[in-house]
């Protein structure tokens, strides 16, 4: 099945006392390139990510990852009293009172307001568990992402298998306009051989006039390039049903149909098919750069 490498999914969700949002989005690449964004006490999260996404087979295409963490409840936070420093404070807001005669306003949310005598303590985060938290969410923007390729891939297969068949039915006519073109030039080349030999006053050798056409016929025939063709149109056709990437066989394939397209257009000796092989190359260069975006 063919899959687009550009995609994109998204999706929310809440648990652990985490609200969460996943975006996923992605460009072709040669390779698994993939780049995981989260807030900076969840770096642990980037590891578990990739493995996700080759897990579900991905393998191919240059992928953003964005997970967006807010905490609605948290039981990793502990508010710690420095006792220490706030006997201190009380002590010198008391020797201020009395030097200076203030009035005596020392009270709790007046002390509080000193934001130093409190110190935050964060737990370690259960890694385990946050990953838990977030995977129903990660999965859910997963399976968006993965429908996303899966549309664009069949999109790109239709129009990539059309355009092949019309460069079938162009070989098939260049095939049938160089049998009709050997034919004709090995009538003419007998010919000519035997009128050059008639007025060099030779008498012909019937075996090896024979022989030269024979040769001649061999030079300008494309019987293999055809059989080849055929054969890779086969195996472009099965790969695109094939489940698993396929992009990379595909743009062998497509090196291979190329060079025997070329190999045609070389021997060709008849405007006709010349025309017929720059019609199927230009079909041939849209659907490698089609193949380019397909994992």
Request: glycine share 6%; net charge negative.
């Amino acid at each position: 099945m063919a899959k687009s490498m550009t995609a994109y999914g998204r999706a929310t969700g809440s648990g652990g006392g985490k609200d969460f949002q996943v975006e996923l989005k992605s460009v072709n690449s040669r390779y698994f390139d993939c780049t995981v964004k989260v807030p900076r006490n969840y770096g642990f999260l980037e590891e578990k990510v990739k493995t996700r996404l080759q897990q579900a087979g991905i393998s191919r295409g240059k992928i953003e990852v964005y997970i967006g963490i807010d905490v609605i409840e948290s039981a990793n936070l502990e508010l710690m009293l420095d006792t220490a420093f706030a006997a201190s404070y009380i002590a010198a807001l008391r020797r201020l009172r009395d030097e200076f005669g203030l009035a005596d306003d020392i009270s709790v949310m007046a002390v509080a307001q000193n934001r130093d005598i409190f110190n935050v303590r964060r737990h370690d985060e259960d890694t385990e568990r946050a990953w838990q938290d977030l995977l129903p969410v990660f999965d859910q923007a997963l399976a968006a992402f993965e429908a996303s390729r899966s549309a664009e891939g069949e999109n790109l297969r239709r129009d990539m298998e059309e355009k092949m068949r019309r460069v079938a039915e162009t070989v098939a006519r260049i095939g049938e306009k160089s049998a009709q073109n050997i034919a004709l030039y090995h009538a003419r080349l007998e010919e000519r051989l035997r009128r050059t030999l008639d007025d060099l006053g030779i008498k012909a050798d019937d075996a090896r006039i024979l022989t030269e056409c024979a040769i001649f016929a061999d030079k300008v025939g494309i019987d293999e390039e055809l059989v080849r063709l055929q054969s890779h149109f086969s195996a472009f056709h099965d790969t695109m049903a094939s489940d698993g990437p396929i992009g990379r066989r595909l743009d062998f394939l497509m090196q291979e149909i190329n060079r025997e397209v070329n190999t045609i257009g070389s021997k060709s000796l008849d405007a006709e098919i010349s025309q017929f092989v720059v019609d199927c190359k230009c079909e041939l260069e849209k659907i490698r750069e089609q193949i380019q975006n397909i994992e």
